[in-house]
């Protein structure tokens, strides 16, 4: 496990799905803080749109790649980035955000540990329970056990080797699928590989404001489903790992009662419905064929 120097090559991650004027803000901020011998990588969902918007980013657009995945789906465009791109370590972070100044150095540099293989940073803006205020995540330093305390997609450093130990991103989780999650799933998976996870000292990530509050409360919902679907695939792959996962989420939708005794009966009916689904995923290794080519 070597380390990742501050100035080593980095791919960084956008997945888009037809959300343009969002895409122009979002990549202007990332091509803003990356450096020379970095990349930059938009994987959309079927059409064209993202290439105007990523060729016009300054001299970041002749280090760039343009991926058109389909059928649709996120895990689906990160893992196609993942194996596209060349950095040794890679920033993924959404078409929806703003990453401050200096984002990019914050979140590399935990990987001067070479058994840091993930880091989380903050993000400000995201739907939560409703009625719920959006508390501080964890300090600087190690992570905590829960994922679902501080990893987000638009704010996640992972070391390419780290990545493909953990087998990618699970295409049946994540945006396009009957649950999200993916990204906690993601974690685990990581950290079950030996990898050290760890939060970085990075300002935060902006969240943009699109939706309605009625959408925020579906995406509240969608969660929770994910939540469920984590743990239930945490523990169809062992019980070891699944069952602090499932005790450690109970204690959670108890808490989701108590901040609203309204929303709680449907976030738990969700969470139910997500771990009989995350019950079934049967552990793969999506990135199998890019391992057996390093």
Known sequence: MSPVSR??????????????????????RLAACLVEGDELIVAEAGGNAARAVLDAQGPIAARSIHLRVEPPGKCRQLNAAIRAASGELLLLTDDDVRVPPGWRDAMAAPFARGEVGLACG???????????????????????????????????????????????????????????????????????????VVITAADPVE????????????????????????????????????????????????????????????????????????LRLDPRNWLEAEEEQQ
């Open 207 to 278: 969240h943009m404001e699109w939706r309605s509050p009625e959408e925020d409360r579906r995406n509240a919902l969608a969660y929770e489903r994910g939540g469920g679907a984590v743990t239930g695939a945490a523990l169809r792959r062992s019980l070891t790992e699944g069952w602090p996962v499932l005790r450690r989420r109970l204690r959670y939708q108890r808490a989701v009662f108590a901040w609203n005794r309204h929303f709680g009966p449907p976030a738990f009916v969700a969470f139910t419905g997500g771990l009989l689904y995350g």
């Open 122 to 196: 903050p993000v400000r803006g995201l739907s939560r329970v409703p009625s719920s205020e959006e508390a501080p995540g964890p300090p600087p330093g190690q992570a905590p056990f829960e994922p679902w305390s501080f990893a987000h997609g638009a704010a996640i450093a992972v070391r390419r080797r780290a990545a493909l130990d953990a087998g990618g991103f699970d295409e049946r989780l994540g945006p396009g699928t009957p649950a999200t999650g993916e990204d906690h799933d993601f974690v685990l998976r990581v950290r079950r590989k030996g990898w050290g």
């Open 7 to 28: 100035r080593s090559n980095v791919s960084a991650i956008v997945c888009t799905m037809g959300r343009t004027p969002l895409l122009r803000e979002s990549l202007a």
